[in-house]
């Protein structure tokens, strides 16, 4: 499981590098590149952790995930309409916070704090590049990424738990004797 961790952290690596060696996106067709590859990971991201944990089946993770999303999305949209400000590209008064990174960092915070951060190095890099990606289409203000980064990031604190497969096993008896207690531990 390290080795496809690691193979992670590595493809998301040379993935920020090639953005990275592009430019700053002053062509068109490279901001609009951009943001679809942002809209793609701002849904591919929470569907990819749920399918890991489903994968493991760990279905009380695949819960938490839920739980964290639904809030994430939920208090960003409810705050974007309560909060009145403008999109850098005129469009609406819905900037402020950022759901898509509210959704991208929830399921990156979910990863690292329910898998450790193998798991969550990487994909706190792809929320990162779909937070650039929502700044680059000039539809958030950077403050409105930090806002929603924070939000996602605090679902999960509040909802998520370490997945831990140790279980403690007591049997009575010890060495064939009906006598004591054997306790069996995995991990």
């Known amino acids: 499981m390290q080795n496809i961790a ?31 590859a942002g809209e793609i990971l701002r849904i591919a991201l929470p569907v990819a952790a749920g399918a890991y944990s489903l994968y493991l089946q760990d279905y009380d993770g695949t819960l938490q ?22 999109r850098p590209n005129g469009a609406d008064f819905h900037s402020f916070p950022s759901d898509s990174a509210a959704v991208a960092f929830s399921a990156a915070s979910y990863l690292q704090i329910r898998y450790g951060w193998a798991y969550g190095l990487p994909a706190y890099a792809l929320a990162a590049f779909v937070g650039y990606s929502r700044v680059e289409a000039r539809e958030h203000h950077w403050q409105d990424v930090v ?32 006598l ?8």
């Open 180 to 187: 004591g207690l054997t306790l069996a531990a995995r991990w």
């Open 147 to 178: 806002a929603g980064a924070v939000i996602g990031w605090g679902a999960s604190e509040l909802t998520t738990v370490r997945y831990n497969q140790f279980a403690i096993t007591a049997y009575p008896g010890a060495q064939g004797s009906p």
């Open 65 to 86: 995930l839920v739980v964290s999303e639904v809030i994430s999305e939920g208090l960003s949209f409810g705050l974007s309409h309560v909060i009145r400000e403008q």
């Open 6 to 36: 690691t193979r992670g952290l590595q493809c998301c690596a040379a993935g920020l590098v090639f953005f990275a060696t592009l430019g700053s996106g002053s062509t068109p067709a490279f901001a609009d590149k951009i943001q679809t």
